[in-house]
């Protein structure tokens, strides 16, 4: 998952796109709802939002318009190594914060947990691995997670490969060949969802590649829009963009999977992304915005911890309709409080920093 967090050079004199701020942190949430709703519904055609993991598909593309947009006409003069700093700085942070969770999570569940069947070396191994995003999938309790202490950060893996070749070949090509480029990422995307039937996977070691291709194209895709400007002005606001955006995720799962899933991902969160882009947002939905952006990478890289331990009390307790219902909502508004104080006091007193230490440096 990437963030709209273009530099503030930049932002003195280009537009910010608040509504994409605004549906990011929709899609971080509904990521958070669909994941608790994995454990209650193992059969996903049972799940009112069966589809929330398309979310990543959406921050993929919508990370491609970001990047273009922040970066393709500065990227030259800062320099691999200074784009490569600021993107370690925007975004390790929270990975290192989510990987620390994730490991007192593992050791510390109240509810359950094999921590017996794991030596102290692999533990220590799985959690380093973590903190680097050294893809590492052998914990069978973390269900063989790419990174068994914070498994969104399988995501954050592949933004970190997109930014690399982004870094070194896309922001150079000319847009014929990126067109091409996309094209055949829009074929891999097809294979993925007629071989395994649907494109939930990449988080996993068994299906490590299919995040290759959901990477490939929906940052491509969003680096399209950038470069052709396909922004389609409109009027329908935070609202109605929300509304087309949830639609998306409670979609019904079926065995048409593998047809819908591409759809949607090929041609339909682009054109969310071009509309959001150029939806007229009003002045008092702003903050609302502003905070669900700010918000959505903290919730998105923080809260898996707290799924570990939810699934072994669902688990081991089997709770009622009503006892589910309160807890999730509880732990939901806990988790985006949480997030909120993790981005308060860690991951932007960190941030800003190792930014100052850096305009030092450089100056």
Known sequence: MNTINIPEKTLQSKQHFEILDGLRGIAAFAVVVFHFMEWIYTDPSKNFLGHGFLAVDFFFCLSGFVIGYAYDDRIAKMGLRNFFIARIIRLHPLVIAGSILGLLAFLFDP????????????????????????PYPFIADRGFNLFSFNAPAWSLFWEYIANIVYALVLYRIRKNYLVLLTIFSAMAICYVAYNSGNLLGGWSGPTFWDGCARISYSFLAGLLIYRFNWIIKNKLGFAGLTILLLLAFIMPFSEWNWI????????????????????????????????????????????????WMFGNYYVNYKPDSNQLVLVIVTAVILLVGFAYLVMTFFDMPVRNYLNNKRIKIKS
Not at 260 to 283: M, Q, T
């Open 111 to 134: 509810f359950g947990g094999n921590l017996e069947l794991y030596s102290a070396g692999k533990i220590i191994l799985t959690f380093i691995c973590s903190l680097f995003l050294v």
């Open 260 to 307: 819908s899933e591409p759809l949607v991902v090929l041609f339909y969160f682009p054109l969310l992304i071009s509309l959001g882009a150029g939806a007229v947002l009003k002045p008092e939905l702003k903050k609302a915005c502003v905070f669900s952006g700010k918000i959505s990478y903290p919730l998105y890289m923080t809260h898996y911890s707290v799924l």
